[in-house]
């Protein structure tokens, strides 16, 4: 089965986060990457896939990024992806999820692989629709958060996270596209051996712009700002044992549950 | 004709949940409600398309088909698609499930579109409010496009309570739907395990996050759970890491509680978490990051490393009870 995950580069979640002078997005110098968790969890899925089905197959891991996405994807090499696609571009942030979508599926369509996987959100913008986009462009059937994946003799059938504690199993023919929810899967790491091949693996780079000509966005992203808060927060200061001592005077006083 | 669509969701055998009032207020904010068309789809649409006339302000659109229960991608997405073209709206509304996150974003893309998902706010403009970092800022969205703009809303984000009582009519609008236009086989929704713990009707919970870092930390926030009598709850995180069992999740895809005292100890506040803790009654936020939004809930705060806090509060909460 050939296998490709969509990753993403996004902002590490333990980054400061700062509005720039536009307004617009966030200053760009402060942060740490970090490949996007769910998709993290949607590699993982395909290398397993791979391994249970005996090591056929082949696993590409597809990142559109900047240049200095190249580290998610050295990442997912040195996980065991077997090569990447990186499409290159700058402007991730000010595209829209269709715009972003068009990429990708023009990138895949080249491939013809069996199944799609991408994480279900990403962790920066968190539109949680690419993945469900490429599937409708490619005309492939799609399912969403889904917590495994296992072949069946037409196809896949996968378990879908429903709200409230409840799941679903679905069959699906392939070739499909499954976006992928976090917990069904414990992600590795990669080991000394893996980070050494990742280096003789290939990396192919793709301008965004031989592969879909820009249109204008259907949505924008006019500013950005800092959440108002929608309660007055008391702050209790200090420190540890003197902030616990006013909290818990206040629960005794105010809460009255102590 | 012009107007606005939302599109509500019935789940099997229980009355329509609160998140599509929601979004009916929501659809009420972008036009006059004459404009404004509640729209229900599955085989049986009867019994939902009653209760929503009952708080529709003029219009029920009632769309039934064989195909569309149980739920599929295929079977919604074709029934939507002519319904759209043929009701030409300007905007369509839909609350931000677990359902509409699968087939929304298809929804749009076959008109060209591009879907706002997890709005919270709609202000003039319309400008539509949308959380991005993980609820640590705010983006403000327009749509830019000629056509319908297509949106779903965050749940709790908007009232549920609606004006008054109407009667809306209900229009029947009948799709052809091949059943080879469905690729996929859903199966019965099922339950992991029976839930041994109701959170819901604890009094006091103590909720733990990615903060504690490690499963080994684990015993401090037990023993402050302990001291206060509290039940032990966790975000999603601590859960798929299988520190803590499943059925101790707060959040959309675990339980939602409403305790009088919800102490969230090194949880950032993603809003999957929020969405199952912000009703409860007295929020206590323990977090290193003085930006987390969880301080957005919270009514008390403290700032600093929950290694330090949270066994210092467990001491003082011994020594109060004595």
């Known amino acids: 089965m050939k296998i490709i995950v969509a990753i993403k580069q996004v902002p590490d979640r333990e980054s400061q986060v700062r509005i720039d002078d536009s307004g617009k997005w966030i200053v760009e110098s402060d942060l740490q990457y970090a490949m996007n968790e769910p998709d993290a969890h949607a590699l993982e899925e395909a290398l397993q896939l791979k391994e249970k089905s005996g090591g056929g197959g082949e696993v590409v891991v597809l990142t559109a990024g900047p240049e200095s996405a190249g580290t998610v994807i050295r990442e997912a090499l040195a996980k065991g992806a077997d090569r990447a696609i990186h499409v290159l571009c700058d402007d991730l942030a000010t595209r829209d999820a269709l715009s972003v979508a068009r990429l990708l599926a023009a990138a895949v369509k080249e491939e013809s692989p069996d199944l799609l996987l991408a994480g279900l959100q990403s962790e920066d ?25 296992e072949k069946t003799d037409t196809g896949v059938r996968v378990k879908r996270e429903l709200e409230e504690g409840w799941f679903q199993s679905i069959e699906l023919p392939t070739p499909a596209v499954l976006t992928i929810q976090s917990g069904g899967n414990k992600i590795r790491y990669a080991t000394l051996m893996g980070i050494k091949r990742a280096k003789t693996k290939e990396v192919r780079q793709i301008a965004s712009s031989s592969l879909v000509s820009d249109s204008a966005a259907v949505v924008v992203l006019d500013k950005i700002s800092l959440p108002t808060k929608k309660k007055s927060t008391q702050m209790l200061a200090g420190t540890p044992k003197e902030a616990v001592a006013a909290l818990v005077e206040k629960l005794r006083l105010e809460v009255h549950v102590l | ?21 929601e979004a009916l207020t929501a659809a009420l904010r972008l036009g006059p409600p004459a404009s404004v068309a509640a729209v229900i789809l599955g085989a049986d649409t009867q019994a939902a398309a009653a209760e929503i006339a009952a708080k529709a302000p003029s219009r029920v659109i009632s769309v039934q088909h064989p195909l569309l229960t149980p739920y599929t991608a295929d079977g919604t997405l074709a029934a939507l698609q002519q319904l759209i073209q043929f009701e030409n709206p300007d905007f369509v509304v839909f609350p931000h499930t677990y359902q509409v996150r699968d087939y929304a974003p298809a929804l749009a893309t076959r008109f060209g579109q591009v879907l706002l998902s997890d709005v919270t706010a709609i202000a003039e403009g319309p400008v539509f409010t949308r959380q991005i970092m993980q609820g640590r800022l705010n983006g403000s969205y327009r749509h830019t496009g000629s056509g319908a703009c297509f949106l779903s809303v965050q749940a709790g984000a908007f009232p549920a309570e609606l004006p008054e009582p109407r009667t809306a009519v209900i229009e029947q609008f009948s799709p052809p739907i091949d059943a080879a236009q469905i690729r996929t086989t859903p199966g019965e929704p099922y339950r992991a395990a029976a839930q041994a713990v109701d959170l819901s009707s604890a009094q006091l919970i103590v909720g733990v996050g990615r903060g504690i870092k490690s499963q080994d930390n684990l015993p401090i926030v037990q023993e402050l759970a302990t001291a206060l009598g509290a039940e032990l709850a966790a975000s ?49 936020a323990i977090n290193k990051d003085p930006d987390a939004p969880i301080f957005e809930v919270a009514d008390y705060g403290i700032v600093g490393d929950l290694m330090e806090v949270v066994p ?11």
């Not at chain 1, 949680?128 to 399912?143: C, F, K, N, W, Y």
């Not at chain 2, 210092?312 to 004595?322: D, F, I, P, R, W």
């Open chain 1, 125 to 149: 913008l968190g539109y949680g629709q690419t993945g469900v986009i490429v599937a409708e462009l490619l005309g492939l059937p799609h399912a969403t958060l889904i917590l495994n994946v």
């Open chain 2, 236 to 284: 999603r995180p601590i859960c798929d890491n299988g520190w803590l069992p499943m059925e101790r999740q707060v959040g959309s895809s675990g339980q939602t509680v409403a305790p009088k005292l919800y102490i969230a100890a090194g949880i950032s506040g993603a809003i999957q978490h929020l969405v199952g803790m912000k009703g409860s009654q007295c929020i206590v």
């Open chain 2, 1 to 21: 004709m012009s107007g606005i669509l939302v599109v509500l969701e019935q789940r099997a055998h229980k009355s329509l949940a609160r998140i599509n009032w």
């Open chain 2, 312 to 322: 210092a509060l467990t001491a003082a909460v011994k020594a109060a009870k004595q």
